[in-house]
Nanobody, 121 residues
Framework: QLQASGGGLVQSGGSLRLSCTSS????????MGWFRQAPGMERDWVAV???????KYADSVQGRFTISRDNAKKMVYLQMYSLRPEDTAVYYC?????????????????WGQGTQVTVSS
């Protein structure tokens, strides 16, 4: 089970830090990811992190967002800087996403409940 928190309303250019805690038994060996879904849009991946800390970001957030993890606490974080109105979405953490050799990211089976991020202009 995944529990995400940290969303809220922020002005354009602001920052937020999302947190997600896992109660799973394989957290330390699982890839972890953040996805987001804007109204009327598909859920897209934002960032992924390997058990060892290697990261990958969607082009739209590269340089502004940072994913990190604490395996001892079974937590994954998404630090978001320079937020834009187009970052407005429900953000979901995801356990065990797949990162193909071609660089494609697909979601794993386990989702948190989502946390709303709203960026005002």
């Amino acid at each position: 089970q995944l529990q995400a928190s940290g969303g809220g309303l922020v002005q354009s250019g602001g920052s937020l830090r999302l947190s997600c805690t896992s109660s799973g038994n394989s957290f330390s060996v699982d890839y972890m990811g953040w996805f987001r879904q804007a109204p009327g849009m598909e859920r897209d991946w934002v960032a992924v992190i390997t058990p060892g800390g290697t990261t990958k970001y969607a082009d739209s957030v590269q340089g502004r967002f940072t994913i990190s993890r604490d395996n001892a606490k079974k937590m994954v974080y998404l630090q978001m800087y320079s937020l834009r109105p187009e970052d407005t979405a429900v953000y979901y953490c995801n356990e065990d996403p797949k990162w193909s050799t071609q660089g494609r990211i697909t979601a794993g089976d386990y989702w948190g409940q989502g946390t709303q991020v709203t960026v005002s202009s």
